[in-house]
């Protein structure tokens, strides 16, 4: 059964990443083995190691998580949510959006998409643009406005 040891002991450490603790999750699984060896015939040894090694391994999981059973509630695994009615809205506002998009003027588009979608800050926009950073803030804000409209717009035309 010690032929095993060293495999035993990497598999653990591959799972439990404390050294130390490794080493004693493997002490533990050798002790339930050869208790188990006293009143049982083994056929596999490697097997039946490999076996208490993973339920140590679970008990210990057990015990630092303060888990006293393990159940399959059907419900926890159920999606109550609505989510393909959000995914719905969500692609019908980002419609929308685009939409919106794409009735500003080119400019007042480019700094907003740079800005708001792309992430650059409004010097680096101001930069790409070649364009003051006054302009750029100007740009962005009437897209903003803009865009706010056409979607205020467009919810009253749904209701």
Do not use: C, W
Request: aromatic share 8%; no cysteine; hydrophobic share 35%.
């Amino acid at each position: 059964m010690t032929d095993y040891y060293k495999e035993i002991l990497q598999y653990i450490k591959k799972n439990i990443f404390d050294k130390d603790l490794a080493h004693d999750v493997t002490q533990e699984t050798f002790a339930r083995a050869i208790k188990n060896a006293d009143s049982n015939e083994i056929e596999n040894e490697r097997a039946l190691l490999y076996r208490i090694a993973k339920n140590v391994m679970f008990d210990l999981y057990k015990e630092k998580n303060k888990i006293d059973r393990i159940s399959f509630n059907e419900e926890e695994y159920i999606d109550n949510s609505n989510a393909t009615e959000e995914i719905i809205i969500k692609d019908e506002e980002t419609t929308l959006l685009m939409k919106s998009l794409d009735n500003l003027p080119k400019k007042r588009r480019q700094a907003f998409t740079l800005h708001i979608v792309d992430g650059y800050t409004r010097e680096e926009v101001a930069d790409i643009m070649g364009i003051s950073l006054n302009a750029v803030e100007q740009h962005i804000s009437r897209a903003s406005n803009q865009i706010k409209e056409n979607l205020i717009k467009e919810d009253k035309n749904v209701r």
